[in-house]
């Protein structure tokens, strides 16, 4: 797509605006419904549905089809964030009150950090071509970590604070106790943080880690820095409604991490292909339908799959912890 500035910066302020009303709307401090969150989240999906449709208009079937592929592919590799998110929560006792205001301030750290990282793959991308050959080979690798993962036993249980965050700790220090939504105050004669801003660092940087593997993934559906960015935006904002809506249904998704490996490995497989046919080498290349058609059956399968399984595991320790029949004599 020919992207001119004006439309790059008629979208950020669309988007900020939008961003803004969210803010607004739960700018008091409460404990979020499931119907508020299934709203909010009906409501983000509307709106990235009506930006494809106006993509479709405007620009064609091609890039509303890469958007629509983007989206759906960063909205399923974001759901696997929530379980990172639940761990981030607990590791510092966020009362359920704030815990909408520090999703929404991470993910706002989240998607600037994100913007950084898309300018930077797309400047690699214009400038060397053979880069796809590393996000494929990347993309299937870490498909693969993936499967190895979800076939252990051992689950990850609590949050590990990474460098910076213990670094920016150890430089300001921070309060003992949480001070409504307030990120600073006087401690001692003394400005230290909360750890409410402890805590929206925590989610901002942590996203760090998986736009690793989201980012190469929709580079692999559409080099449009345009599309790559709005898809991710659409994606992450809808991030904080999600956390609330399916928190509780996150361990029933048994099966999430092997629907995610396969979606990566089929993008891997699809970057190398096209780094193939980029070097003139005569391959078949997977076309956007067909991408939508994999990601979308995939997800489908995947969700029954884990359901299916949660039930049966749920109906396995229901019969386990049932009385047992004592026997006369």
Do not use: C
């Amino acid at each position: 797509m020919d992207v001119s500035v004006t439309l790059w910066v008629l979208t950020i302020v669309g988007l900020a605006a939008l961003i803004a009303v969210d803010f607004l709307i739960g700018r008091k401090p409460h404990d979020v419904s499931v119907k508020e969150a299934g709203i909010w989240t009906v409501v983000w999906i509307v709106l990235a549905g009506l930006f494809g449709l106006g993509l479709l208009f405007f620009a064609g079937g091609q890039p509303a089809g890469e958007f629509f592929a983007g989206f759906i592919t960063e909205k399923s590799l974001s759901v696997d964030n929530l379980f990172v998110f639940v761990l981030i929560m607990a590791k510092f006792a966020v009362p359920s009150q704030y815990q909408q205001r520090v999703l929404l301030v991470g993910v706002l750290i989240a998607l600037v950090l994100r913007a950084v990282f898309i300018a930077a793959g797309a400047a690699i991308i214009a400038s060397f071509s053979w880069v796809f050959y590393i996000f494929g080979a990347f993309l299937i690798w870490t498909a693969w970590k993936l499967i190895q993962e979800a076939r252990t036993e051992e689950a990850e249980e609590e949050y590990e604070e990474n460098k910076l965050l213990k670094a920016a700790e150890r430089r300001f220090g921070v309060a003992d106790r949480y001070h409504g939504t307030k990120l600073w105050i006087q401690q001692n004669g003394k400005r230290v943080m909360t750890p409410m801003l402890v805590v929206m660092l925590a989610i901002g940087t942590t996203d760090v880690l998986f736009a690793l593997d989201s980012i190469p993934a929709i580079f692999g559906l559409t080099q449009d820095p345009y599309i790559v960015f709005t898809a991710n935006a659409f994606a992450l904002m809808g991030l904080r409604q999600l956390y609330f809506l399916i928190g509780g249904l996150l361990k029933k998704l048994v099966h999430l991490s092997y629907g995610l490996s396969v979606i990566l490995g089929f993008i891997g497989v699809k970057l190398i292909l096209h780094a193939l046919h980029e070097s003139g080498v005569h391959v078949p290349e997977i076309s956007i339908p067909v991408s939508l058609g994999v990601i979308g059956g995939v997800l489908i399968v995947t969700t029954i799959t884990s359901l299916l399984a949660s039930r049966r595991q749920a109906a396995r320790a229901a019969d386990e912890n049932a009385p047992k029949d004592s026997v006369g004599t």
